[in-house]
């Protein structure tokens, strides 16, 4: 009787053999990260402060919580919804093409943020922070704070 050699090669990875590249061993490993800001609308922690909004002059918050309220507050009728139009402006359009062909219209526009105003949390370059790295931080403040005193 022969063997069928496919069984073999099909077998030969199964179990605690398999190469760590096959078992997703390469994986990366999500760190523990603490946010930075707490996001008004939801209370939850804003990691991701590059796609923050200032949403109501509260602060950071995020995206899909300002879209989610926005819904909420607006009055849409059926086929509008909210999109993102740019420079911190949400606006309501329709999704139905017009004899010019534009696939949505603009119907209005709704001001989030202000133009004017500074946002210094958006300068911020690290977005966040791993728990030690907290920990490291806030342990040097407290040891030049003893010895300023």
């Given amino acids: 009787m022969s063997q069928n050699t496919n069984d073999k090669k099909s077998n030969r990875y199964k179990g605690k053999h398999r190469p760590s590249w096959r078992s997703g061993g390469y994986r990366k490993k999500k760190s523990d990260t603490v946010a930075l800001f707490t996001c008004p609308v939801c209370n939850e ?5 590059g796609n923050a909004i200032d949403f109501k002059g509260e ?13 909420e ?12 139009v740019g420079s911190g402006r949400f606006g309501v359009i329709n999704n139905k093409k017009n004899s010019s062909g534009v696939p949505f219209t603009l119907l209005r526009e709704i001001e989030v943020e202000d133009r ?3 946002l210094t949390w958006r300068d911020e370059r690290k977005v966040h922070v791993s728990v030690e790295d907290r920990s490291k931080h806030k342990t040097a403040q407290d ?6 005193k």
Avoid at 77 to 83: C, D, T, V
Avoid at 143 to 148: T, V
Wanted: charged share 35%; with cysteine; hydrophobic share 25%.
């Fill in 45 to 49: 922690g804003v990691k991701e402060v």
């Fill in 116 to 118: 004017e105003k500074v």
């Fill in 59 to 71: 602060g950071p918050t995020h995206f899909d919580c300002v879209i989610r309220s926005l819904t």
């Fill in 73 to 84: 507050t607006e009055d849409l009728k059926p086929g509008e919804k909210i999109a993102y």
């Fill in 143 to 148: 040891s030049g704070e003893e010895s300023n």
